[in-house]
Every structure is written in C-alpha cells, then in structure tokens.
C-alpha cells in the first residue's frame, strides 16, 4: 500500500515503484487512484503490479495526488470487485482508499453504513468496501453523521467519525480530490509509514518503498493516529487510545527484510533469530540452507552461531508467487514444485540443516524434507525460525482455520515424522520476542498462543462471510452510483 502527495511530480510512476517494493504483501491484483484536484481516477485489475500497469496506462494517470494498492485477500474473494484502491463518489466529494488488515466487526458496520453486501455478480464482498461506503456516505441519520466533527472535508469528517467504530487491523491509505490521508489502527497490527520528497509526502506500508522512490523516513503513523496531507502540511488526529499490539509475524515472514520495524531492522531481527535458533536447538551436521528467501536470514545466523557452514542448497525460481498467500490449497500444492529446486552437487551426501520461517500446513517443509533426500542428502534437519503457528490470524494474514494449522493438531514430533525430516526445532516464543527488542506487551503474537488483543467473536465466520450474508438475504441494499470521478474497468 502506497500513496502520495507531491505537486510537479508524477505521482502514477511514484505509485507504481512503490507498489513494485511492496509487491510481496499481495500478488492478486493491484490498482492506483490519481487526483489532480478536481477528479479521482482509478485503474486496477487482477495480477502483479507489472501485469497491470505499462507505461501507456500509468500516462493517464495524472494528477499530485495518489493512492496504489496491490492486495491479498482476507476478506472476500480475490475478484475484480474486492480489488483495490476502492472507490465511491458522492454529490460532494470522491474517495479512494487502500486496506491493509482485516476488520472483525464487518456485518455491524455493513448495517452501521446501509452498505451494500455480496452473494451477487459484479457486487463487492470485502471488509474495506463496507469501510469505504462508510467514509463516503454515512447513512442519514446514523451515529456517524451525528457524530462527524467539523474537520476539514466531508470525507475527512466522515472518517474521523468511523474510524473509533471499527475494530480489527486496518492500516489505511486513502484520498479525496485534493487530501491524502493515512490512518492506522489503536493496536497498529500492520505498519504504516510517513516519509517525506523533496516537495511532497509518501505514506507506505513498509520503510522499503520509501527507499525506492527516494524518500527520506520522518515517522510511522502512530496506532489509533489519522494523518492529513495537503498544501498545509501534515494534519494528525488521535481518534483513539493507542494500545500497541505490532504483528510478531511481519518480522518472521511478512515485511522485507530491507525494512525497518518500530526502528529494528528486519534483517537483523531475522539473523538474531537464527542465533537463537542454532542455540536452542543444535544439530549435528555438514552444512545450513535457507528455504530462500525468508530463510536466509535465520539461516545465516544459524551458521553463525553454531560454525556449520552455510550454502546455497536450495534454488528457487523467483517468478513464482509465495505459496501460502495464494487463495486455493490446489495452487498452494503445485506452487511448491514450481517454486524450488535442490541443488544435488551442494546436497549429495550432506547432513543439512534446513531453515524455514515457519510451518503454516507443513507442505511445503514435507516437500522439500523429500526433495532433498531424493537430492542425495544423508540427513535432513528441520529448523524453524518461528514458534509453531497453531492459532488463525483474524488481522490480515490467511491462515485460515485452526484445522488447516499442523501444529493446530500435532506435536513437534508427530510434525517430524509428518514431514520426514531426521530432527525438527522451532525457535521459542520468548526466543522470537527477544529477537525484535520489543516488550512482549507491545506485540500481537496470536497466531503462536491464541491470546488475541482484541475479541474475535465475529471474525470466526470467516473470510467469505459477506458473500454469504449476501446469498442468505440478510443485506438487501444495493450501492448507488455517484457522480464526480472514474473507475477503469480495463
Ligand atoms: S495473529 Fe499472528 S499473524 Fe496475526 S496479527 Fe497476530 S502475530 Fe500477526
């Protein structure tokens, strides 16, 4: 997710470099909003940023003002419609607006704003359409209209008054015709960055996009802080209480590793990790491999820590998305052949350790456990460089259900023998925690030990729950078109 403001510059590009540094936090579609100050246009489709956009489209694109996004699905299906940045005019202004996260309260505020939910064609079905129809247009009448302070634009006004009703993981960026706004929520699950251009402002989801378009990092957007940009400067709102809950699992697979976290490099995070890996569970062998490339961090700490030398063993072919942020299982199957291959000379007669970052359903360890033994290894040991994730996500990262999760239902042991390997050590929670030099209270670590920040009640109807309402009847309202922009259906 990334967005600007930045007057002479061409902002489209801006967004398109930007999103290419943040492709690895969604690869099934991408979209860039543009405002000149009078009118918002937005182009998406399905695909990776370079799928979508060319130098042809991005010169329509123009304008100071913009908003990019490429998704992940975590709510809704990966369609058309849930594409984003989303879009809604009305009589008075446009808005356009990118979600990183996931709401948990999503059918309350679908009744909250009259929005419209899925089940049909062509009919939107995420958790950030149902927010986006809520800082557009709240309903006549409705606690968001009483409650909307006097703020700068209708938009801004309406977001201020909604953003305390949502709960869940939303870091946001969003834009009317001629404001940039950032918010991020009171737990900040998700990163959100403030960066500044020689005459403008950037907001991105992580510090590495700031560096591709040559952005100097000033701040992040504090948990439970709304930013406005515009010819006046950099505008905060504190709409509600910070209790800062950062994502454990951004530092183990998510973010880049050339990003930086709460001011800790994730990279150095990684291989601190790593060290305490090899600490806590040694093993007796020839050689370390990453499972590149969110391994090869740990992996690197690892051989460091223990004097194994360190190899390349492992090829992998980077055109392949990652596997587990794919939406069906069958992809996810088929993917992990695609994406990596042994290499027999490094491997033959070896006994390797193998890193991971973590074992989510345990295809792809047992794929590559089999793929190098039949590559010659004498030994395979497994090490992973998070705790076992036994818990779903419910603030943006697809895990799933508790059934789908291995270590959900098996031990350490039962996990070895599932996946073939001759040893299997995961990094300790308190091992990982230490690692980021955060408190242990300053992060989410859900997914590790099911203590979830906030309550998941609703979240547990899962990721298809607005198609659902909307097949069973219980929302009837369709979306209205407004007037004052354009949304490009290619
Ligand atoms: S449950 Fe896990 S993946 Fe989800 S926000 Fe918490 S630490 Fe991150």
């Not at 579609?29 to 990776?48: E, F, H, P, Q």
């Not at 946001?172 to 404001?179: A, H, P, W």
Request: with cysteine; glycine share 10%.
């Amino acid at each position: 997710m990334f967005g600007a403001w930045s007057p002479g510059e061409d902002v489209a590009k801006l967004a398109y470099f930007g999103l290419y540094a943040l492709q690895h936090r969604g690869q099934e579609s991408a979209g860039i909003a543009v405002s000149d100050g009078t009118r918002i246009v937005v182009y998406k489709d399905m695909g990776l940023v370079p799928q979508v956009f060319n130098e042809s489209v991005l010169n329509t694109l123009r304008g100071y003002i913009t908003v990019g996004h490429c998704r992940y699905s975590t709510s809704g299906s990966s369609v058309w419609e849930n594409a984003q940045p989303t879009f809604r005019a009305t009589p008075t202004a446009s808005l356009a607006l990118g979600h990183n996260g996931n709401l948990i309260n999503t059918l309350e505020l679908a009744a909250l704003a009259g929005a419209p939910v899925g089940g049909l064609a062509g009919r939107a079905t995420s958790d950030t359409d149902v927010l986006t129809a809520l800082f557009a247009a709240p309903a006549a009448g409705s606690a968001i209209e009483a409650a909307a302070p006097a703020a700068g634009s209708a938009i801004e006004a309406a977001a201020l008054a909604a953003l305390p009703l949502l709960r869940g993981a939303f870091s946001l960026i969003f834009m009317d015709e001629r404001t940039l706004y950032a918010a991020r929520d009171p737990q900040g699950f998700r990163p959100l960055v403030l960066g500044r251009l020689a005459a403008g402002w950037v907001v991105a989801s992580e510090t590495c996009a700031l560096d591709i378009v040559g952005a100097s990092f000033v701040r992040e957007v504090e948990p439970g802080e709304m930013i406005a940009i515009d010819e006046r400067g950099v505008r905060s709102h504190v709409f509600a209480r910070p209790e800062p809950r950062g994502c454990l699992f951004e530092y183990v697979y998510l973010a880049r590793p050339d990003t930086s976290i709460a001011g800790r490099s994730v990279q150095a995070t990684r291989v601190e990790v790593g060290r305490t890996l090899a600490a806590e569970h040694p093993a007796d062998a020839d050689l370390v491999i990453p499972v590149p490339e969110s391994g090869t961090p740990a992996a690197i700490g690892y051989a460091q820590a223990s004097g194994i030398p360190y190899g390349q063993g492992l090829v992998k072919n980077s055109y392949v998305g990652r596997t587990f942020i794919q939406p069906s299982q069958t992809i996810r199957q088929r993917g992990i052949r695609l994406k990596l291959n042994p290499l027999r000379d490094v491997i033959a007669g070896q006994r390797v350790v193998v890193v991971d970052d973590s074992i989510v359903r345990g295809n792809t360890q047992q794929a590559i456990v089999a793929m190098l033994r039949e590559a010659g290894a004498a030994e395979v040991h497994v090490r992973i460089s998070s705790p076992p994730v036994a818990w779903p996500c419910f603030f943006g990262i697809d895990f799933a259900s508790r059934a789908e999760l291995i270590s959900g239902s098996m031990s350490a042991e039962e996990i070895r023998q599932s996946i073939g390997a001759d040893s299997l050590g995961f990094v300790s929670l308190d091992g990982l925690i230490a690692a980021t030099t955060l408190p242990s209270g300053r992060l989410c670590r859900a997914c590790f030990d099911g203590e979830y920040p906030i309550a998941v009640a609703e979240a547990e109807q899962g990721k298809h729950m607005l198609e659902e309402a909307g097949r069973s009847g219980r929302r009837d309202r369709l979306e209205g078109a407004g007037a004052g922009g354009r949304e490009d259906r290619p």
